[in-house]
C-alpha cells in the first residue's frame, strides 16, 4: 500500500546513493542486528507525513521538502531540493527557513544524542559507518573534552557546540 510520496522518497534515497542502512530503516529491515537493536525503536520510515492526505502535507511543503526518515517519531529527516542539503524539521512546528545541511551535518545532533545516551563508543562508530559518517572520531573527541570540562551542560552551549562542530567541518549547506 505505497502511496506516490513514499516510491519518491524511496527513489530519492537510491538517486543520492545514501548509504544502505538508509533503505533499510525505511524498509524496516536493518540487517545487522546490534544495528538493528540500537536503532529499530528511534529511526523509521516517515510515516507521519506518508499517511497524510495531500492537504495533509501541504504545510510540509513536502515537493521541496522530500521526506527520508522520521527521527523519535517527532522529527523529519528531509532532502531540500532547491539547496541540495538535508534538513530535519518537528512535525508539531512544522518547517520555517531551516538550514540545510551535508549528509554528516543532518546527523551532527543524532550522534552526540547517542553519546549523551551512553551509547558505547563503538557502537556508535558503528552505526556512523553504516550511515557513512566522517567525523565520528572528531566528534566523540569533542564530546568528551567538552564534558569533562563541563560546556555542555546547558541547552545554549550545546547550541554553540554545534555551531562550532558544523563550521569546523563545513557540515552547513549554503
Do not use: C
Amino acid at each position: 500500500m505505497e502511496n506516490r510520496l513514499e516510491k519518491e522518497s524511496l527513489e530519492l534515497i537510491k538517486s543520492l546513493k545514501l548509504p544502505a542502512l538508509v533503505s533499510e530503516i525505511f524498509n524496516e529491515n536493518i540487517s545487522d542486528p546490534e544495528i538493528d537493536e540500537l536503532m529499530k525503536y528511534n529511526y523509521h520510515k516517515p510515516d507521519s507525513i506518508f499517511v497524510l492526505s495531500e492537504e495533509g502535507r501541504e504545510i510540509y511543503h513536502v515537493e521541496r521538502f522530500m521526506p527520508i526518515l522520521e527521527f523519535n517519531s517527532s522529527q523529519i529527516l528531509a532532502y531540500d531540493v532547491s539547496r541540495s542539503g538535508f534538513i530535519l524539521y518537528d512535525l508539531e512546528q512544522g518547517i520555517e527557513n531551516p538550514h540545510a545541511y551535508t549528509w554528516d551535518g543532518v546527523w551532527l545532533d543524532e550522534v552526540s544524542f547517542w553519546w549523551e545516551n551512553e551509547w558505547e563508543d563503538d557502537e556508535i562508530r558503528k552505526v556512523a559507518k553504516a550511515l557513512d559518517l566522517k567525523y565520528v572520531d572528531e566528534i566523540i573527541e569533542s564530546l568528551e573534552q567538552n564534558d569533562e570540562e563541563g560546556t555542555l551542560s546547558t541547552f545554549e552551549e550545546k547550541d554553540a557546540w554545534l555551531n562550532k562542530m558544523i563550521n569546523k567541518y563545513g557540515l552547513r549547506v549554503e
